[in-house]
């Protein structure tokens, strides 16, 4: 798009509309959707956060767009708003945009969204976010449909309340097994174990089999974080991001029992492996295949050069991803329709961990619920802006006064760019792995 506005927007500020229309029509953070493509939607644009460009702020300024920032800190988030022309307002104000936050809504506060608002949380999202609730969900879609269809995750344990079942297993399998608290994140409270003995009963916990042959590259074990970005439940609408991080251990791998402590070898957690003394980090954002942590390309590139088959790796990570959500789906699709007003109110960004074997196959780990936006090194931030523009531009923020919410513009613009869309829609369908459930038809549209 032409960067070069036709006339410049202070001067049309009392203009008519169909004035408006013409003066903005080529600006870069502007894209026209809706009836008669006259309902302008922003664009965003990752650079921004660097070059503090004003033509870029100038829209968001002028239609005074909003946010408020609750229970988190989010940088990123804040600095790419703020690049955009946005306002942060108090975090009691009724007038924003986008209200982004740290933890899920109370129902009484998603009845109020207007039209024009957004959230980034689904209510529910937990059913996907809590290691116990997703165990059962996902259980409860292989009783449904078959075990092999849904076999994303290890072999699985809730205890106490399944302790009797877990020693059977391991009386067949020794292990070892990996203990994980059921709502914890950044590699808290995890343990390997090849006892029973071992493990605290005081809490709620999870135990899986421990994937005890893990893709290795240069003999480090490493998993994937994977943003995966929801726009909507009812229909469903999954997005993918083109780009995703690997994070490495700090310690080669080795399956002997007496390393069976090493969190530095075992667990990949960058949260875990900074505090190493191995860490090695990378000062080059152009450099994505050095240190602890490469980007997802970089290491796609490396398993290619080594003669696998990452086209049908990322298929099966795919499929991965979308069996992961539908198990969650009706409980969250029916919580939208209790709580939520306006079907374009929420949209989450999940992390996803998973963790590839020596075979190429992609086991989930979990789903995290705000996943973290730091930017500790350059390629987090190279990585994780783009992603958060595109995942906002994807999004789609009308360009409205917050405090001018009687509107007779329809809301639900169909997004129609010319512009490159790296959130990818994976190309799978329902129906091609779960022919069972055909009256939905498709989750996913081709």
Request: glycine content about 4%; aromatic content about 10%.
């Amino acid at each position: 798009m032409p960067v070069v506005m036709a006339r410049d927007l202070e001067e049309t500020a009392s203009s008519s509309e169909d004035e408006e229309v013409v003066s903005q029509e080529d600006h870069p953070c502007i894209m026209w959707t809706g009836g008669c493509r006259r309902i302008p939607v922003l664009v965003f644009h990752a650079e921004a956060i660097l070059t503090k460009d004003n033509n870029i702020r100038v829209i968001g300024e002028r239609y005074h767009l909003s946010y408020k920032i609750v229970r988190t800190d989010s940088r990123l988030v804040r600095s790419i708003l703020t690049a955009h022309g946005f306002h942060e307002v108090h975090p009691s104000s009724t007038d924003y945009n986008l209200m982004w936050t740290g933890s899920h809504l109370k129902p009484f506060l998603l009845r109020t969204l207007s039209e024009a608002q957004k959230v980034n949380h689904f209510p529910r999202s937990y059913e996907l976010t809590r290691k116990d609730r997703l165990y059962k969900n996902i259980i409860r879609m292989q009783h449904t449909h078959g075990f092999k269809a849904f076999h994303i995750l290890p072999q699985t344990f809730l205890l106490p309340a399944e302790y009797a079942e877990f020693c059977n297993s391991y009386s067949k399998d020794r292990g070892p097994w990996i203990v994980k608290p059921v709502a914890s994140s950044r590699g808290r409270g995890v343990y390997l174990i090849n006892n029973p003995n071992q493990i605290s009963l005081e809490e709620n916990i999870l135990v899986s089999r421990y994937i005890s042959n893990p893709l290795l590259i240069d003999d480090f074990k490493f998993d994937l974080r994977l943003y995966v970005l929801v726009t909507s439940y009812d229909p469903l609408v999954i997005y993918l991001y083109e780009e995703g991080l690997a994070r490495f251990a700090t310690v080669r791998y080795d399956q002997g029992a007496k390393n069976i402590r090493n969190q530095f070898m075992h667990l990949t957690n960058y949260s875990v492996n900074k505090k190493s003394g191995d860490y090695v980090s990378c000062d080059d954002p152009e450099v994505e295949d050095y240190g602890n942590k490469w980007s997802m390309s970089a290491m796609l590139r490396y398993l290619k050069q080594e003669g696998r088959d990452t086209t049908a790796l990322m298929a099966h990570v795919e499929d991965l991803i979308i069996k992961t959500i539908i198990s969650a789906e009706l409980a969250i699709a029916t919580a939208c329709k209790t709580f939520v007003p306006h079907r374009s109110s929420c949209f989450e960004l999940y992390g996803f961990d998973v963790l590839i074997d020596s075979t190429l196959k992609p086991w989930l780990l979990e789903v995290n619920l705000s996943p973290s936006l730091a930017c500790d090194a350059p390629l987090d931030l190279k990585i994780k802006a783009s992603m958060i523009s595109d995942m906002f531009t994807v999004v789609g923020f009308v360009c409205q006064d917050p405090a001018q919410r009687a509107s007779t513009r329809p809301i639900y613009p169909t997004f129609e760019s010319s512009r490159r869309n790296p959130f990818q829609k994976p190309q799978v369908t329902l129906t091609q792995f779960l022919p069972s459930v055909t009256s939905r038809g498709s989750c996913m549209p081709t």
